[in-house]
């Protein structure tokens, strides 16, 4: 009989991070809902979200928490087959690889994707939805978005019969985070000296956080925002425009204390000394590092028309932003400038909301450059479809107000459209201005250049996510900047990897999804420059794929209603093979679905 008590169960390491003393401080309530603590470090309230003592740690189960059952005959699955199996308290994944079966978590912890129907391929399972990678040994999370893993039941063979066993609450929680480290370091959340600090608590500098703790590490950490809120899920700020910032949340408060990972809200880097090791704060406050990752992402682009300081115009960056759009938006016109992704999801979301809802967009279609012109005119129809009104191939002229409200939008072609919200998604700029004199090279966009290790030209000074132009390794290491949530993660990892010296290098295959009414855009790849586009499938329909050539070569793909395609194609990009177009023109996709490609 199988103990339970082997099993890989919940590992959240439950430990003190700071000594007693520093509990206990006053609430500072001015700083929002997670509720920070207040440290006094240069005369200045700071919030450091680490000192606090955990409750009780999870129990660990006992054998009677575990429950095992025969799922299947061994001949029930062909090898790189997946099936769910019902264990009573919820359902496993079966996976049969070269005549092994594996038990795993059946959802993807990232938003719940069915893994069954994801792609098992080269000891992988990799998520139908965005993208993400779990090893069928283990259940670790391999490739992004998501933090946590799944949870590896054990499997047994008797008389032919597949036998899974698992822990009660391993199968109702689905998720499994990692065994990591916790902070060891005495100086934690009081001296003005840090090991590892991280300008930017967004994917990359998160994650980034999180590959040292599993590796071991367990120096000091701080991670700094200028947001008033821990790290959160930004993807959902344009699509699920009134989540509040507490839903948003990554990880929950007692993680960042439990694992000694300091977060300082609202606390902005304005220089750095690279050689001093030092950085200074709006405030003043100062603090040293040994290791420095640079992780501040972007900051969108505003309109610089006339008019441009009336009220009620928004970039969506914060839940702030989001939430007050919506609030505005409830039965009034909304001005939804620039249809790139965020432009168009926010209109899509506002469509049931407002009463009216206009896109003004430069090119004559939307994700023109992305998508391409078919493409980008099916999902136009859909959101005229929605009532959706499109002013293409203009821009804004002039913001008008009314006693400093918005009112108007007044387009070059001097058509007026009433307007009483204004969303501006007109593209970002990389928020990398406190670099300037810093002796960090950065390109004539304002990125910062870094290596496949994800290093700046600084030694000890790493850099990842949307502020960096990085060499993509399978289009001939062009330098690309792809500011995509998946990439953040996948660059906040390496660059934790190689502050440990593990000699890590960037390789994954880029993996991008939009919604909008209820359907998913997912892509694939790295377009840019694409000279054709291949569609297979019903574009009226919304049920299409469509691979981006270049040359010879398939160079990226998107799709709705067709999944897992972009996945299937992801992965066979990622193991190092390339698509030749003859393949995608033909309509058979059976070189996808081919063992071995
Ligand atoms: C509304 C919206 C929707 C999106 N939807 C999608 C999507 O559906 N799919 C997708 O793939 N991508 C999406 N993206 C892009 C995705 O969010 C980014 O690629 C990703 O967040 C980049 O991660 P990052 O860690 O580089 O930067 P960010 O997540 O932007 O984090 C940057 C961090 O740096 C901090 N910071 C900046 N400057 C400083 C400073 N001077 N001092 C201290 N801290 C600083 C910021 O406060 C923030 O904490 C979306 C972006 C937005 C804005
Ligand atoms: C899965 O994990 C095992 C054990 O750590 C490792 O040997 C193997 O290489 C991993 N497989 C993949 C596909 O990464
Ligand atoms: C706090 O920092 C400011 C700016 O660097 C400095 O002028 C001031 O003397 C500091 N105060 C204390 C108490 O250290
Ligand atoms: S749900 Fe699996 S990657 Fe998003």
């Not at 609430?27 to 920070?36: D, V």
């Not at 998160?206 to 993807?235: K, M, N, W």
């Not at 998604?425 to 994800?454: C, E, H, Y």
Request: aromatic share 8%; with cysteine; glycine share 8%.
């Amino acid at each position: 009989v199988l103990g339970c008590a082997a099993l890989p169960t919940v590992e959240l390491k439950i430990e003190v991070v700071l000594p007693e003393k520093e509990r206990g401080k006053e609430e500072l309530s001015a700083s929002g809902k997670g509720s920070p603590r207040a440290y006094q470090g240069n005369g200045t309230a700071r919030h450091f979200h680490t000192e606090e003592r955990l409750s009780t740690p999870h129990p660990y189960p006992s054998p009677q928490d575990c429950v095992e059952a025969a799922v299947c005959h061994v001949k029930d699955l062909e090898n790189g087959q997946m099936r769910e199996v019902e264990l009573g308290w919820g359902k496993v994944l079966l996976v049969k690889d070269n005549g092994e079966f594996h038990a795993l978590g059946h959802k993807c912890p990232h938003y719940g994707a069915p893994l069954v129907k994801g792609v098992l391929s080269r000891g992988r399972v990799r998520c139908p939805w965005h993208g993400a990678c779990f090893n069928i040994s283990t259940g670790d999370l391999e490739d992004f978005p998501g933090l946590d893993s799944l949870h590896k039941f054990q499997v047994k063979i008797e008389k032919e019969k597949v036998y899974v066993r698992a822990s009660k609450q391993a199968l109702q929680l689905q998720r499994r985070t990692k065994v990591m480290a916790k902070c060891i370091s005495p100086s934690a959340g009081y001296s003005s000296s840090t090991n590892v600090l991280i300008v930017g608590a967004g994917a990359a500098g998160l994650v980034c956080a999180e590959t040292l703790r599993q590796e071991g590490f367990s120096d000091r950490i701080v991670l700094c925002t200028l947001d008033r809120h821990l790290p959160y899920d930004r993807p959902k700020l344009s699509k699920s425009l009134d989540t509040q910032p507490e839903q948003l949340a990554l990880r929950p408060k007692e993680f960042f204390r439990a694992y000694g990972i300091e977060v300082l809200t609202e606390a902005q880097v304005v220089t750095l000394d690279v050689r001093n090791k030092k950085v200074v704060f709006k405030d003043g406050f100062k603090l040293e590092y040994s290791k420095l990752l640079l992780a501040p992402g972007s900051s969108p682009k505003t309109l610089s028309c006339k008019g441009k300081e009336v009220e009620n115009v928004f970039t969506i960056r914060t839940p702030e932003d989001a939430n007050r759009v919506v609030r505005l938006a409830r039965g009034r016109n909304v001005v939804v400038v620039g249809a790139g992704f965020l432009g168009m999801e926010v209109a899509a979301y506002l469509t049931e909301k407002a009463h009216s809802v206009s896109v003004v967009e430069l090119e004559e279609t939307p994700f023109r450059r992305f998508l391409g012109e078919r493409v980008g005119r099916a999902l136009m129809k859909m959101f005229e479809n929605n009532r959706v009104k499109f002013y293409m191939q203009t821009e804004v002229s002039e913001l008008r107000g009314q006693e400093g409200k918005l009112k108007e939008v007044v387009l070059k072609s001097s058509k007026v459209v009433r307007a009483d919200v204004c969303v501006v998604g007109i593209g970002a700029v990389p928020a990398t201005g406190f670099l300037r004199q810093s002796g960090i090279g950065l390109d004539s966009r304002g990125f910062i250049p870094v290596n496949k290790m994800m290093q700046t030209n600084v030694p000890g000074v790493f850099a990842a996510g949307d502020a960096v132009t990085f060499p993509l390794a399978w289009r001939n290491n062009r330098k690309v900047n792809i500011p995509h949530w998946q990439m953040a993660h996948a660059q906040g990892r390496v660059a934790a990897q190689n502050m440990l010296a593990q000699e890590a290098e960037m390789t994954t295959v880029p993996y991008l999804w939009t919604a909008m009414f209820g359907k998913s855009l997912r892509y694939a790849g790295y377009g840019e420059g694409f000279d054709d586009v291949i569609i297979q499938g019903d574009l009226e329909e919304l049920k299409f794929v469509a691979f981006y050539t270049k040359g010879d070569e398939v160079i990226a793909v998107a799709s709705m209603n067709y999944d897992p395609i972009v996945s299937k194609v992801a992965e066979v990009l990622a193991s190092g093979r390339a698509i030749r177009k003859r393949e995608v023109e033909t309509g058979d996709m059976s070189w996808l679905t081919g063992k071995g490609s």
